[in-house]
């Protein structure tokens, strides 16, 4: 997969580049600047580093910034367009749980966004991700599987009622007995 070029973006949009100065043939100014309407070169990019900055307005950012500010697009639909068969990695099964899920069982949230720590290696911390995602796996399949045994005795339960109606004071030995 190919990365896309800022300045492939930027002359698609048709903006005129023209270096800033002739020792810095990768630092270009744009005839004008399509967020802001400046005329003065204010806007920069740097073809090696993928960056843009307009002086006048402030707008900034990598490639996905810049295409989305072109197109009035979010950041994840430009990168829908500029990446289309870039495909998200395979999820976890318990990334898959939502929110009201993983609050039920105690988890505020997975911290999908959680930074590796410096210490750590990339292969460490991609270890202790999955482990930390089992963890909350196991902890939702034990969770549903009790909420089904509840329910299993409760059916008993009921259905135990309709034939000898008993006092709540049965009832509750009953259950006693079941737990
Ligand atoms: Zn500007």
Known sequence: MGWVKIGEIAEQAGLQLTPVSRYRPDQ???????FCGDIKGNLELNLD???????ACDSKGGVIAFYAKLHGLSDTEAKQKLYPHHRARKLHPAERLTTAQLQEIGFQSLHR???KPARMSHAEWAAYRTRQLDWIWQTWCEHV???QEIERRLARLFATQEQHPHTLQSVNEHWMKEA
């Open 145 to 147: 599987q009790a909420e």
């Open 49 to 55: 580093k993928d960056l843009f900055h307009c002086w």
């Open 113 to 115: 966004h959680q930074t």
């Open 28 to 34: 270009v100014k744009a005839d004008h600047c399509p």
